[in-house]
């Protein structure tokens, strides 16, 4: 007899709910690792990557005296590195829409849980509704100036800044590379780096707006 009315108990009361439930939630913990891993992975190459260059344009500058050779090389090799920065910025902003939908995925999983044994709520510090930490920067919230500073200690916003001076730094060079006045090189360096940095932002900003953690 209680196994006929365990059969015929569905949803939450279903007693394979919570293993099932269970299932899911480390399937999101570990989705959420592998994206850490993937971020920091990518961001360290890129960091290895500018490094090498920095290193091999002193010594090559110091080499050939700073002859225009030097700055065609140079500015091959930024152009690579800028490349590779502006790949690891997109999917870095990639990797913080998809944490955040693990994140909306697991209050989910936690408001479930509730609704089986609602007398644990008090012991659950973490969010449990299912638009939970939207606000946050981290899952995936729209740009707005209030929240600028906070989206400034991210990954994806050092990447973003180390994208910004290389592509000032690239400008500089073309401009000295065809001749152009040092100042001329350092003014439209510094304007190539602020304008950077703004489309870094902007580009966040849209991909927040078009997509929401809850999709």
Known sequence: MDAETDRQKTGLDDPRAVDILTTEHWSLLTSRTLGYQEIFGRTTIFVAILSATIVAVA?????????PVSLLIAALLMTVDLFIGLMTFARSV??????ARWVAGMN????A???????????????????????????????????????????????AALNSVLAGALATDLAALFGEGRTFGIVIGAAISIVSGVLHVVYAARYRKRHSPTQ
């Open 113 to 159: 849980y509730l609704k089986i044994v609602p007398e644990l709520e008090p012991f659950f510090i973490t969010g449990h509704e299912p638009r939970a930490d939207q606000q946050s920067l981290a899952h995936g919230a729209t740009q707005h100036p209030r929240n600028l500073a906070k989206s400034l200690t991210t990954t994806s916003s050092v990447v």
């Open 108 to 111: 989910l999983l936690r408001h």
């Open 94 to 99: 990639a990797i913080n829409f998809e944490d």
């Open 59 to 67: 010594l090559m500058a110091q080499a050939t005296q700073f002859s």
